[in-house]
Nanobody, 115 residues
């Protein structure tokens, strides 16, 4: 079993930046794909960014050029650098990690963009 713990969320003004972290622990033997989803108020959960075991990144169109996903395999941690934030980015951000037996999710971290 794998546990994921997100951190780094908070309140930020429009145009500001935040860096989210997600640390994985538990039964981790090999590098697996990880990524971030988000769920805004009254919205369905949507993919934000993913990163393969080899480090290839994929982004949703609405974050391209603003968000950057990265990973530190030695620390079993994935990051999401978020710049030029706007009110539409307000959501709970969840990280995930895939494995042979399925997908594990973190508990989520709240990001609120407001002046």
């Amino acid at each position: 079993q794998v546990q994921l713990v997100e951190s780094g969320g908070g309140l930020v003004q429009p145009g500001g930046s935040l860096r989210l972290s997600c640390a994985a622990s538990g039964r981790i033997y090999i590098i697996k794909p990880m990524g971030w989803y988000r769920q805004g108020p009254g919205k369905e959960r949507e993919m934000v960014a993913t990163i393969s075991s080899g480090g290839s990144a994929n982004y949703a169109d609405f974050v391209k050029g603003r968000f950057t996903i990265s990973r530190d395999n030695a620390k079993n941690t994935v990051y999401l650098e978020m710049n030029s934030l706007n009110a539409e980015d307000t959501a709970v951000y969840y990280c995930y990690r895939d494995s042979s037996w399925g997908r594990s999710w973190g508990q989520g971290t709240q990001v609120t963009v407001s002046s």
